[in-house]
T-cell receptor
Framework: DSGVTQTPKHLITATGQRVTLRCSPRSGDLSVYWYQQSLDQGLQFLIQYYNGEERAKGNILERFSAQQFPDLHSELNLSSLELGDSALYFC??????????????FGPGTRLLVL | KNQVEQSPQSLIILEGKNCTLQCNYTVSPFSNLRWYKQDTGRGPVSLTIMTFSENTKSNGRYTATLDADTKQSSLHITASQLSDSASYICVVRNYGGSQGNLIFGKGTKLSVKP
């Protein structure tokens, strides 16, 4: 158990819909990262937050957005869903530093299926 | 272009045997290199993090090497166990970028058979 929690574990929805994925980082971690992993694809970095502020952006679509709240939990919002958005979405946390050498601890992931 | 290439794509070995996974990268400037183990359907778990000055780092039966001159890394697994069956992902970070500048390899899928 990494200490990072993600809800829900599974999500089935229809094209055009909007969903929210939730992540709670490990106690004391200030950074939260979101990743997408499609079938047979590598992990794709989406976005990072540090202590409530957006820190870095990767290959995140405009239909996707995220935020980190004062209690440090984070939400990833996916809207106007398409079939190709079906994937495993992972959240990871690290910190409290920003030096870049910290280990990232991954949550169990949310499996999204868009029908 | 910053890239991380892993080989082989997949590997099948017998329990108890050793194996070596390869990672070549073109990421520049380099900050650190990480190896992760990912069980099917689960989140990756960090095995090692190596900086420019480190040549070898061990974590139990896992030993990672780094040659920053040739931009190559390897992960050696000794006396493999059935529980080693997983994907192994090599990740390289740009120096000077935020923690978000992580370039992921596609992984090597290892199957350990009894």
């Amino acid at each position: 158990d990494s200490g990072v929690t993600q809800t829900p574990k599974h999500l089935i929805t229809a094209t055009g819909q909007r969903v929210t994925l939730r992540c709670s980082p490990r106690s004391g971690d200030l950074s939260v990262y979101w990743y997408q992993q499609s079938l047979d694809q590598g992990l794709q970095f989406l976005i990072q937050y540090y202590n409530g502020e957006e820190r870095a952006k990767g290959n995140i679509l405009e239909r996707f957005s995220a935020q980190q709240f004062p209690d440090l939990h984070s939400e990833l919002n996916l809207s106007s869903l398409e079939l190709g958005d079906s994937a495993l979405y992972f959240c990871a946390s690290s910190g409290p530093g920003l030096a870049g050498g910290e280990t990232q601890y991954f949550g169990p992931g949310t499996r999204l299926l868009v029908l | 272009k910053n890239q991380v290439e892993q080989s082989p794509q997949s590997l099948i070995i017998l329990e108890g045997k050793n194996c070596t996974l390869q990672c070549n990268y073109t990421v520049s400037p380099f900050s650190n290199l990480r190896w992760y183990k990912q069980d099917t359907g689960r989140g990756p778990v960090s095995l090692t993090i190596m900086t420019f000055s480190e040549n070898t780092k061990s974590n139990g039966r896992y030993t990672a090497t780094l040659d920053a001159d040739t931009k190559q890394s390897s992960l050696h697994i000794t006396a493999s166990q059935l529980s080693d069956s997983a994907s192994y992902i090599c990740v390289v970070r740009n120096y000077g970028g935020s923690q978000g500048n992580l370039i992921f390899g596609k992984g090597t899928k290892l199957s350990v058979k009894p």
